[in-house]
């Protein structure tokens, strides 16, 4: 740490003029002072406490990420207020200081060759399975690193099955989307289901493990490195867990498995640190072996894309046919019309009768359905059923070929029946979302309320939020439940445009 302090001569010169700059700078110093006391602390007590180290790697890491942030505000201010005069001396300063370190470096490395000279017998692939750490490690520091290093072969295990779950997830959705009925869409959709509430629980096995090894490893080297005064070491340690934090928040909830993200971004990040200190040690197999795993870590990739199921309708779409004699009759009478909870169908209603008609009246045409839960009871009578609304009208034109005087188009959308098209028209935009329960709504509720609707509209009525409009019911039901999965606190109705 003290080695990064700029001089205080070098800024004497200027402090008159620079007066605020200075205290400003002053201030960062005292704070980032402060914390590194704080890590000394820490770190103290992680060497006399054996009971205390896996609660206090994590927060040791912490401070000294937050340690080389406060040095690199401290240096930012610093720059601020040696334009002129400073500039000269800051340069010479700089230039003495990298001399020193480098200087330094070249020293420690010396001092290890010398001081440790590795034995033959004992050179394995193994990094830590080295006189170096048993010789300068306790023993219960020891088997820790030790241990950490045998677990790490089970959390690779783990890895690897994640990656097989989510291949099996892949082809789950694959079939999800071929098979042809709606009864071996749901056995898939369910299948799918544990699938990943499986993957969910591997995951979440593989951050906890794989933290507390990596933490441990970390720290450890850390240990001995600033036991020893390797400050390059330390520098390095620094730097290459500060680059694994951002790619890790960088990447946080992008795909499907946040602890592929953290495993990848850190085990990189050792790795280039085992095989630094390998290298500086002359533990010539363990650095071999090391680049290995580092080519092996550059080919691997960990942006799983997320996956669900795009839920299907299974509607049956059928053009009208004519076929005399008719096929409808008493063993085989002309069924009633299928409602599907999900999707759009458009069908032709081609009479409205108060009893169920001669079939020979309705001129062979087929497929025929019919329902008395619409228009008082009377019995509606429909044929065909279109995927598109230019196809019924085509249906429409046929109809009326043959004879039909008021064919008419009916729709039904998500299960809710509309009449005519003018009342499906009328009926669109009319559903909003009322939400209460929350003082706010975050930013990531609003990304999933516009996820459905890009233009939706989000408002304030006193004390609740009301957001709209959607097009069918469905759509904003779907915003609550995934408003309620958000936040338990969320109170989320489907409302009605008046």
Same mark, same amino acid.
């Given at each position: 740490m003290k080695r990064m302090i700029i001089s205080i001569i070098a800024l004497a010169s200027v402090a008159a003029s620079q007066a605020q700059g200075v205290k400003e700078l002053e201030r960062a110093g005292f704070v980032r002072d402060s914390v590194a006391e704080v890590l000394a602390e820490h770190r103290a007590n992680y060497s006399k406490n054996e009971s205390m180290r896996e609660q206090l790697a994590p927060t040791i890491l912490s401070l000294e990420r937050e340690v080389v942030r406060l040095q690199a505000e401290y240096d930012r201010l610093l720059k601020i207020i040696s334009q002129q005069d400073v500039q000269s001396a800051l340069t010479a300063y700089s230039k003495a200081a990298k001399e020193q370190a480098t200087d330094k470096r070249e020293q420690t490395i010396v001092e290890e060759r010398v001081t440790y000279t590795p034995d033959n017998a004992r050179m394995r692939r193994d990094l830590v399975k080295n006189d170096y750490f048993a010789e300068r490690l306790s023993?219960?520091?020891?088997?820790?690193?030790?241990?950490?290093?045998?677990?790490?072969?089970?959390?690779?295990?783990?890895?690897?099955?994640?990656?097989?779950?989510?291949?099996?997830?892949?082809?789950?959705?694959?079939?999800?989307?071929?098979?042809?009925?709606?009864?071996?869409?749901?056995?898939?959709?369910?299948?799918?289901?544990?699938?990943?509430?499986?993957?969910?629980?591997?995951?979440?096995e593989i951050t906890s493990l794989w933290s507390s090894l990596y933490y441990n490893k970390m720290y450890t080297y850390d240990l001995l490195m600033e036991r020893g005064g390797n400050n390059a070491m330390l520098d390095l340690s620094a730097a290459v867990t500060a680059r694994a934090e951002r790619e890790i928040n960088?990447?946080?909830?992008?795909?499907?498995?946040?602890?592929?993200?953290?495993?990848?971004?850190?085990?990189?990040?050792?790795?280039?640190y085992e095989l630094q200190l390998a290298t500086n040690l002359s533990l010539t197999s363990s650095r071999d072996s090391l680049k290995v795993v580092q080519a092996e870590l550059k080919n691997r990739d960990y942006r799983l894309s997320k996956l669900s199921l795009q839920r299907r309708s299974f509607i049956k779409y059928e053009d009208i046919e004519v076929k005399t004699p008719t096929i409808y009759n008493a063993n085989n009478p002309v069924p009633k019309t299928k409602i599907y909870d999900y999707g759009t169908v458009y069908r032709i209603r081609i009479g409205l009768f108060s009893k169920r008609p001669n079939i020979s009246a309705l001129r062979g045409v087929m497929?025929?359905?019919?329902?008395?839960?619409?228009?008082?009871?009377?019995? =509606?009578?429909? *044929? !065909?059923? &279109?995927?598109?609304?230019?196809? $019924?009208?085509?249906? @429409? +034109?046929? %109809? /009326?070929? #043959?004879?039909?005087?008021?064919?008419?188009?009916?729709?039904?959308?998500?299960?809710?029946?509309?009449?005519?098209?003018?009342?499906?028209?009328?009926?669109?935009?009319?559903?909003?979302?009322?939400?209460?329960?929350?003082?706010?709504?975050?930013?990531?509720?609003?990304?999933?309320?516009?996820?459905?609707?890009?233009?939706?509209?989000?408002?304030?009525?006193?004390? =609740?939020?009301? *957001? !709209?409009? &959607?097009?069918?019911?469905?759509? $904003?039901?779907?915003? @609550? +439940?995934? %408003? /309620?999965? #958000?936040?338990?606190?969320?109170?989320?109705?489907?409302?009605?445009?008046?």
């Open positions: 023993a219960a520091d020891y088997k820790t690193l030790c241990d950490a290093q045998q677990r790490e072969k089970l959390v690779k295990e783990m890895v690897s099955k994640l990656h097989s779950a989510y291949g099996e997830l892949l082809a789950l959705q694959r079939r999800y989307m071929e098979v042809p009925t709606r009864a071996e869409a749901d056995s898939v959709a369910q299948l799918f289901a544990a699938k990943r509430g499986s993957m969910a629980g591997l995951d979440e960088d990447n946080s909830d992008l795909y499907e498995s946040n602890a592929l993200v953290a495993f990848y971004a850190r085990k990189r990040a050792l790795t280039e497929p025929l359905s019919y329902t008395d839960a619409y228009n008082n009871g009377l019995y =509606a009578y429909f *044929v !065909g059923g &279109f995927r598109t609304e230019q196809e $019924a009208k085509e249906g @429409v +034109a046929r %109809l /009326k070929k #043959l004879g039909f005087k008021e064919p008419i188009i009916a729709v039904w959308v998500d299960g809710e029946y509309y009449p005519t098209l003018e009342d499906m028209r009328r009926s669109e935009s009319q559903y909003n979302v009322e939400i209460s329960g929350v003082p706010t709504l975050t930013e990531e509720m609003k990304t999933k309320i516009l996820s459905h609707k890009a233009d939706c509209t989000i408002s304030r009525i006193g004390s =609740a939020f009301v *957001v !709209g409009t &959607f097009e069918s019911k469905s759509v $904003a039901a779907a915003v @609550v +439940a995934e %408003l /309620k999965a #958000l936040n338990a606190d969320v109170e989320a109705v489907v409302k009605i445009r008046q």
